[in-house]
Nanobody, 115 residues
Framework: QVQLVESGGGLVQAGGSLRLSCVGSGIVFRINIMAWYRQAPGKQRELVAKIPTVGSPNYADAVKGRFTISRDNTKNTVYLQMDSLKPEDTAVYYC?????????WGQGTQLTVSS
């Protein structure tokens, strides 16, 4: 059974930074494209960033230059470093493979950015 557990969210002021972590079990991390998604209140879940097994990550335009995705396959962990945070980054953040698989969604971690 695959489990993806996100952590690291919290309340931060605009302009601040935070790092999210996602630890996976029951999944062969190193062969999958891993991704971070987010869902803001009243909005659909959207892709934030994805990182392939080889090659460069890709970012949504809204976070490009501010967020950095990375992975440590030895720890089955994917990270999202978030800098210069904005109130519009407020959302629940999830990790999943890319494309997302419905059975892999975890609880997510809440990020709230105050202005």
């Amino acid at each position: 059974q695959v489990q993806l557990v996100e952590s690291g969210g919290g309340l931060v002021q605009a302009g601040g930074s935070l790092r999210l972590s996602c630890v996976g079990s029951g999944i062969v991390f190193r062969i999958n494209i891993m991704a971070w998604y987010r869902q803001a209140p009243g909005k659909q879940r959207e892709l934030v960033a994805k990182i392939p097994t080889v090659g460069s990550p890709n970012y949504a335009d809204a976070v490009k230059g501010r967020f950095t995705i990375s992975r440590d396959n030895t720890k089955n962990t994917v990270y999202l470093q978030m800098d210069s945070l904005k109130p519009e980054d407020t959302a629940v953040y999830y990790c999943n493979i890319w494309p997302a698989w419905r059975d892999y969604w975890g609880q997510g971690t809440q990020l709230t950015v105050s202005s």
